[in-house]
Nanobody
Framework: QVQLVESGGGSVQAGGSLRLSCAAS????????MSWFRQAPGKEREFVAR????????FYADSVRGRFTISRDNARNVVYLRMNSLKVEDTAVYYCNIWNSNYWGQGTQVTVSS
């Protein structure tokens, strides 16, 4: 069965960095577009970034472009989200997703303090 397991969340101060990982299994990872979403308290889940199956093309939400980088390792079935210059408003639970599917990980909490 499909499994997506996020890790790497934590608490950092504004301006800091974190790298999230999502370990995938149960499907042909190298053929799947992968994405990251986030959900802040009291808000709807929102798109953060997406990467094509080869990793060549990446898309970002305006709010994170230039600060976050999505990447993938198809040999290890892992997708990453490198987050730099973190802001308080980046605080949320971050979810890994097979793009355009209902497969989601359990999420990992990111908390940014001022």
């Amino acid at each position: 069965q499909v499994q997506l397991v996020e890790s790497g969340g934590g608490s950092v101060q504004a301006g800091g960095s974190l790298r999230l990982s999502c370990a995938a299994s149960g499907f042909t990872f190298s053929s799947a577009f992968m994405s990251w979403f986030r959900q802040a308290p009291g808000k709807e889940r929102e798109f953060v970034a997406r990467i094509t199956e080869s990793g060549v093309t990446r898309f970002y939400a305006d709010s994170v472009r230039g600060r976050f980088t999505i990447s993938r390792d198809n040999a290890r079935n892992v997708v990453y989200l490198r987050m730099n210059s973190l802001k308080v408003e980046d605080t949320a639970v971050y979810y890994c997703n097979i793009w355009n599917s209902n497969y989601w990980g359990q999420g990992t909490q990111v908390t940014v303090s001022s």
